[in-house]
């Protein structure tokens, strides 16, 4: 079905859905999936969200594109909100994650050079971490299924243990500008970082005057219950790094920033053609509009629980197939003891679509609308599909 005029970098699932309808994907056959996986993280207030197909729609009715050489009202609004909402004086909007970590590494950089160090370029980052696909970003993330055959791996990067803050301490030079962590990693198998180690990294970053960069791309906007991942913590960081969730499917990202860190990010030093564009700041302020609602994210913690426990009781049942539970909020991961590439496609066949990530983890990131019923519906069809593959696995031991 993907045809051969494109490139061969995706290994599709044979499934092409024709439209969503909040938590539900229904395919060009009219075969409805539970949505699990979110369009990895994406889909923030599910499909067809009433409120984001609105504003959509009314902008794309007045104006789509006028650049970043005038003023674009939605992208002041956008910012301020964000602003108010958390740490951040200043934003700058891309439109992807992996642009947002790029604005975020430059931030970084170009906020030593004006403060007279040069110098200070390298950044410190941790084993697990996904950041993006650009050349900077894959180096960041330093994982060599991604760095393989792209040349020469960026210069700056310095990569230790996961949550191994003592490494990180040691890993400390003249030359380090910074430190980049995931609060909660999500490629890298569901793995939040605990609380102290946050801490830890806050107080590194002021005793030698570095910054602290938080990726939340995949744990931000209510993901986790909160509005960002890292205030579970109560750790703030200088710069972070947010797209998926912001736009509830549309491509945008924004990198935020203390003025402070901001400092040398002046006229002419960075910029983008599409980033802040008007129809991703209608959708970016409508999207705020339903996770800033009065109870919503207390919600999110609810349903959470309700679907950890679910998860815990699934996996209490059918050991041989699911290991643990990990994550917070509605990011949670199925710690697999069989492969979890059997474990999806066993969930596929029960309907219900779920991620793959490092560790031998399964993600479910379903919509943060997802409602008691669909938690219930998913669990039923997550228990059936581990008692399909205990079952097969038991026939093919027979043998």
């Known amino acids: 079905m993907s045809g051969s005029a494109l490139f061969e970098t995706f290994t599709r699932a044979p499934l092409a859905f024709d439209h969503g309808e909040g938590t539900w994907l229904v395919t060009d056959k009219g075969e409805r999936y539970l949505d699990f996986g979110g369009g990895v993280a994406v889909n923030s207030l599910g499909h067809s969200h009433p409120r984001l197909v609105s504003a959509l729609t009314e902008q794309a009715a007045k104006v789509w594109h006028v650049s970043n050489l005038y003023e674009i009202p939605g992208q002041s609004r956008l910012g301020e ?130 910054l602290l960069i938080f990726d939340e791309v995949q744990c931000g906007i209510g993901r986790t219950g909160k509005l960002f991942a890292h205030e579970w913590a109560g750790v703030t960081p200088d710069i972070m790094a947010v797209a998926k969730g912001i736009g509830g499917g549309f491509p945008m990202g924004a990198c935020l920033a203390t003025d402070e860190a901001a400092v040398g990010m002046t006229a002419g030093v960075h910029g983008t053609t599409f980033g802040g564009n008007p129809l991703a700041m209608a959708v970016g302020n409508a999207v705020l509009d339903v996770v800033l609602e009065d109870g919503f994210l207390e919600d999110v913690q609810r349903k959470a629980l309700l679907l950890k426990q679910g998860l815990a009781s699934v996996a209490d049942e059918f050991p041989d197939i699911i290991e643990d539970i990990r994550g917070t909020g509605l990011m949670l991961g199925l710690k697999c003891a069989a492969p979890n590439t059997k474990v999806n496609m066993a969930l596929r066949d029960q309907h219900l679509l779920a991620v793959p990530a490092g560790d031998n983890v399964l993600r479910l990131l379903p919509p943060l609308t997802v409602t008691d019923a669909e938690i219930h519906e998913a669990l039923d069809r997550i228990r059936a599909g581990a008692r399909g593959l205990a079952d097969a696995i038991a026939a093919a031991a027979a043998k």
């Open 81 to 210: 909100r964000l602003a108010d909402a958390t740490f951040a004086d200043k934003v700058f909007f891309t439109n992807s994650g992996a642009e947002a970590l790029e604005c975020a590494i430059k931030t970084a950089r170009r906020y030593h050079f004006v403060k007279g160090h040069p110098e200070r370029f390298r950044i410190i980052t941790f084993e697990g971490a996904f950041h993006g696909r650009t050349l900077a970003t894959i180096a960041a993330g330093g994982q060599y299924k991604y760095l393989e055959g792209f040349g020469p791996k960026v210069e700056g990067f310095d990569q230790v243990g996961f949550d191994d803050i003592d490494a990180a301490e040691k890993a400390i030079t003249s030359e380090t500008a910074a430190i980049l962590i995931e609060p909660v990693q999500g490629e890298g198998g569901i793995r939040p970082v605990p609380t102290q180690s946050l801490k830890r990294l806050r107080q590194l970053c002021e005793q030698h005057g570095l």
